[in-house]
């Protein structure tokens, strides 16, 4: 809000002034009335909350509210004196009428008090606080002794404070005891004498195991209100991301999180599916309602062991969910908690909370998605489509196949998923290091062990294989992609530092500058990019398109914006070797083998356009010295990492991974030396265009210095201020480019400056349009 005060400065005086001319108009007896009784409220309303807490022994929490009153006060008139000492002018007349407050010292330790006390439990006291700040506010803005934004800053203000004083001290847990529990199981009729907390319930959630005098054993689900809060953020994020068939709204009150539960567990019941029967339901207190089933005794799927799962135990289960699914009703948690295998090897459905009932084929075929993957992570691919095809027949299992991705899955078995492929790379990679180890060459071992298939893409040829008209296009779940949140927040970044950097540099050089230079600058800016192509192209045996591999390199711009260059253009690349029909252990190994390549040549490069600086300026004596210096550094570095146990286990772990993946992958390329020339030029091409540009934007300005020197700059430079992990090398790229291009070079600073920021504008500000149209393009083809 303060910054809205700051940079919108029209528009809330605009709106103060509306309301005050509005005001006038209403009538004077109307106006007194409102403020008098929102006046009588403000302090009324607190009085009698703090009475009814202290009635119901609620002390504690009356004590929360009263230093969240305090830290109120004292913080509005903290801001108070700051607006009207040291605020800007904008901020000060978008909150200050005449001689009022900015912030409301009276209302602020009110909404603070209220809300640390408990007031979001209590509907009607929620409600009268509510119309309380509203009338108030109402009769302080028709009265000219406020403006909409400090009123808005005052209840944030309010809020803050409390919730922060809530997260600082604690807040009281609202979690009944094991005697509430008891005493609340009495008063539906049952005789319990212990109740334990089952150790096989669901994550999240919290089940007791009943013992009775008389009668047999209960199983207890309890919900109160800190369970029924917690994952708050995680179910927001997949609401915002995902379509609504793909997710459910999650109940707002303990009674409706009681009646769902209730709802489903009595239609499954109705619907003959193995599932445990309802007996009773009953609130526990306030904060806690409780569901009482039967007791079924056996153990969570997850917990027996991979012999021990029989075609039995798949059948029955596809046989309760196939009953379920013929009354429309959805499970929508088929992990391996939600299976419970009983003694006689039969299966029981549990944690039916998360259920729907008249649920669509969406929903019904996410299911089915659901428990193939479960089944599959245990008993295989093959198994696991055999036993649905048994029990649902082969179209309604194919039906599943659109839905089987990551995304629609449950959390867990998003992270089972992880960890069956990380230990499916494992064995793999330990049974190449085997091989090679046994003699056999390194090509060799990479054909005979290939890299791991996902998953569910196992599942998809099983099914394929059956029904091979199936569907295959992945149904459309997500409503909002990662990417494109990401895409829109570092859009927003760019313009934002953009803006930053041309207000503290400003251009006044430009109405002096050559434009002929400027021209010759962008040119060699875009030769970059072909050069980038071609060292992408050049180690790569397979063929790729000429321009969608440039279309790829000007992609990579965008994604500077976002990640390191160092990480963000391999990933990318990788990603587009992969999508082109590179295998991904060989994309991985191409891009790895131009960063190496491409780190030699910079060295290289670096050395020798030092060694033609050094010559031209007065004798190889200080290259040679430079050189010299430049090896013992690099050697100390190396020995300082070699005598370190843990550097130097990471650097052979580096080295194994290089000596596996690239250098196989260059011997490969040895047989054409085609693509090794391409490949090398490209990347002399990449350094020989950046280095043109630097030089063309200096000479725009009026500056001069040796090519060989704006080439020391430009490798020194770039490489030092890259060694910081900001995307873009924002900012450090920069300083390092105009530091030496005024040490280094001789250039002067009035010149370095501009040349430097229209050296970035044309290298990486300028295309990241561009970039974003080419990333968008062959997201859309199916390029990345």
Request: glycine share 8%; charged share 15%.
């Given at each position: 809000m303060l910054v809205l005060a700051s940079i919108a400065t029209s528009t809330t005086n605009g709106l103060t002034t509306d309301i005050t001319s509005g005001a006038t108009r209403l009538p004077s007896f109307l106006v007194t009335i409102t403020s008098f009784f929102s006046t009588a409220a403000v302090l009324v309303v607190p009085v009698a909350f703090a009475v009814e807490r202290l009635i119901k022994r609620d002390g504690l929490r009356v004590a929360d509210g009263v230093l969240a009153a305090v830290l109120a006060h004292g913080l509005s008139l903290g801001i108070d004196l700051w607006v009207v000492r040291a605020a800007p002018q904008s901020i000060r007349s978008a909150l200050v009428v005449g001689n009022s407050d900015p912030v409301h010292g009276y209302l602020t330790p009110v909404i603070a008090y209220m809300t640390a006390v408990g007031m979001a439990s209590r509907p009607r006291w929620r409600v009268a606080l509510w119309l309380v700040v509203l009338l108030d506010s109402l009769s302080e803005l028709v009265s000219a002794n406020t403006t909409p934004l400090s009123i808005a800053i005052t209840i944030l203000l309010g809020l803050t404070v409390a919730y922060g004083t809530l997260y600082a001290v604690g807040s009281p847990n609202v979690r009944p005891t094991g005697e509430h529990l008891l005493a609340g199981l009495r008063k539906v009729g049952f005789d319990p004498i212990t109740a334990h907390r089952s150790p096989d319930g669901p994550e999240g959630t919290r089940r007791y195991l009943v013992v009775q005098q008389v009668g047999p054993p209960l199983d207890v689900h309890v919900i109160d209100r800190e369970q029924q809060a917690s994952g708050f953020f995680y179910r927001f994020w997949r609401r915002l991301r995902l379509r609504a068939v793909a997710t459910r709204s999650s109940p707002q009150s303990l009674r409706q999180a009681l009646e769902q539960e209730a709802l489903i567990a009595y239609a499954a019941n109705a619907a003959?599916?193995?599932?445990?029967?309802?007996?009773?339901?009953?609130?526990?207190?306030?904060?806690?309602?409780?569901?009482?089933?039967?007791?079924?005794?056996?153990?969570?799927?997850?917990?027996?062991?991979?012999?021990?799962?029989?075609?039995?135990?798949?059948?029955?289960?596809?046989?309760?969910?196939?009953?379920?699914?013929?009354?429309?009703?959805?499970?929508?948690?088929?992990?391996?908690?939600?299976?419970?295998?009983?003694?006689?090897?039969?299966?029981?459905?549990?944690?039916?909370?998360?259920?729907?009932?008249?649920?669509?084929?969406?929903?019904?075929?996410?299911?089915?998605?659901?428990?193939?993957?479960?089944?599959?992570?245990?008993?295989?691919?093959?198994?696991?489509?055999?036993?649905?095809?048994?029990?649902?027949?082969?179209?309604?299992?194919?039906?599943?196949?659109?839905?089987?991705?990551?995304?629609?899955?449950?959390?867990?078995?998003?992270?089972?998923?992880?960890?069956?492929?990380?230990?499916?790379?494992?064995?793999?990679?330990?049974?190449?290091?085997?091989?090679?180890?046994?003699?056999?060459?390194?090509?060799?071992?990479?054909?005979?062990?290939?890299?791991?298939?996902?998953?569910?893409?196992?599942?998809?040829?099983?099914?394929?294989?059956?029904?091979?008209?199936?569907?295959?296009?992945?149904?459309?779940?997500?409503?909002?992609?990662?990417?494109?949140?990401?895409?829109?927040?570092?859009?927003?970044?760019?313009?934002?530092?953009?803006?930053?950097?041309?207000?503290?540099?400003?251009?006044?050089?430009?109405?002096?500058?050559?434009?002929?230079?400027?021209?010759?600058?962008?040119?060699?800016?875009?030769?970059?990019?072909?050069?980038?192509?071609?060292?992408?192209?050049?180690?790569?045996?397979?063929?790729?398109?000429?321009?969608?591999?440039?279309?790829?390199?000007?992609?990579?711009?965008?994604?500077?914006?976002?990640?390191?260059?160092?990480?963000?253009?391999?990933?990318?690349?990788?990603?587009?070797?992969?999508?082109?029909?590179?295998?991904?252990?060989?994309?991985?190994?191409?891009?790895?083998?131009?960063?190496?390549?491409?780190?030699?040549?910079?060295?290289?490069?670096?050395?020798?356009?030092?060694?033609?600086?050094?010559?031209?300026?007065?004798?190889?004596?200080?290259?040679?010295?430079?050189?010299?210096?430049?090896?013992?550094?690099?050697?100390?570095?190396?020995?300082?990492?070699?005598?370190?146990?843990?550097?130097?286990?990471?650097?052979?772990?580096?080295?194994?991974?290089?000596?596996?993946?690239?250098?196989?992958?260059?011997?490969?390329?040895?047989?054409?030396?085609?693509?090794?020339?391409?490949?090398?030029?490209?990347?002399?091409?990449?350094?020989?265009?950046?280095?043109?540009?630097?030089?063309?934007?200096?000479?725009?300005?009026?500056?001069?210095?040796?090519?060989?020197?704006?080439?020391?700059v430009y490798l020194a430079g770039n490489a030092a201020g890259s060694a910081v992990p900001v995307p873009g090398g924002i900012g450090t790229i920069d300083a390092a480019l105009i530091l030496l291009l005024s040490s280094a070079a001789g250039v002067p600073g009035s010149i370095a400056g501009p040349a430097v920021l229209m050296f970035r504008i044309l290298t990486f500000w300028f295309p990241v349009l561009p970039g974003w149209l080419c990333f968008g393009y062959l997201q859309r083809k199916g390029g990345l």
């Open positions: 003959g599916a193995h599932s445990p029967h309802l007996i009773a339901t009953s609130e526990l207190g306030p904060d806690a309602v409780i569901l009482v089933y039967e007791r079924i005794e056996g153990r969570a799927f997850a917990d027996i062991a991979d012999e021990e799962i029989t075609d039995k135990i798949l059948v029955d289960a596809w046989t309760s969910v196939r009953t379920l699914h013929d009354r429309r009703i959805a499970h929508r948690q088929l992990t391996a908690k939600a299976l419970l295998v009983t003694e006689d090897s039969g299966t029981c459905l549990v944690n039916l909370a998360g259920g729907d009932i008249a649920a669509g084929d969406l929903a019904l075929r996410m299911d089915v998605a659901q428990l193939l993957t479960t089944f599959a992570l245990r008993v295989g691919p093959e198994r696991a489509v055999t036993s649905a095809t048994e029990v649902l027949g082969t179209n309604r299992t194919a039906a599943a196949l659109p839905m089987l991705q990551p995304v629609g899955l449950s959390r867990s078995t998003r992270q089972d998923l992880k960890v069956y492929h990380r230990h499916r790379k494992a064995e793999v990679q330990a049974e190449r290091d085997a091989q090679i180890a046994a003699g056999v060459k390194v090509e060799e071992a990479l054909e005979a062990s290939p890299d791991p298939a996902d998953l569910l893409s196992l599942i998809r040829e099983e099914i394929l294989a059956l029904v091979p008209q199936a569907p295959v296009e992945p149904a459309k779940l997500e409503r909002l992609r990662p990417k494109t949140l990401i895409s829109l927040i570092a859009g927003a970044f760019a313009a934002y530092l953009l803006v930053g950097q041309l207000t503290n540099n400003p251009l006044t050089h430009l109405a002096h500058a050559q434009w002929g230079w400027i021209a010759v600058a962008a040119g060699a800016s875009a030769a970059s990019y072909l050069g980038a192509a071609m060292s992408l192209a050049g180690f790569v045996p397979e063929q790729l398109p000429f321009w969608r591999t440039i279309a790829a390199q000007v992609a990579g711009s965008f994604v500077k914006l976002v990640a390191p260059a160092a990480v963000g253009g391999v990933a990318l690349n990788a990603r587009f070797l992969q999508r082109a029909g590179v295998r991904p252990g060989q994309a991985v190994a191409s891009v790895g083998a131009s960063q190496l390549v491409g780190l030699a040549m910079h060295i290289v490069l670096l050395l020798g356009f030092g060694f033609i600086a050094g010559t031209a300026s007065s004798s190889d004596v200080p290259s040679a010295r430079t050189v010299i210096t430049v090896l013992l550094v690099a050697a100390v570095v190396v020995l300082i990492v070699a005598a370190i146990p843990p550097l130097r286990r990471w650097l052979f772990q580096q080295l194994r991974l290089l000596f596996v993946g690239v250098i196989p992958r260059m011997l490969d390329l040895l047989r054409t030396p085609s693509k090794l020339a391409t490949g090398f030029g490209g990347i002399v091409l990449v350094s020989l265009a950046f280095i043109a540009c630097l030089d063309a934007c200096v000479r725009a300005f009026g500056g001069s210095a040796g090519f060989a020197a704006i080439a020391v």
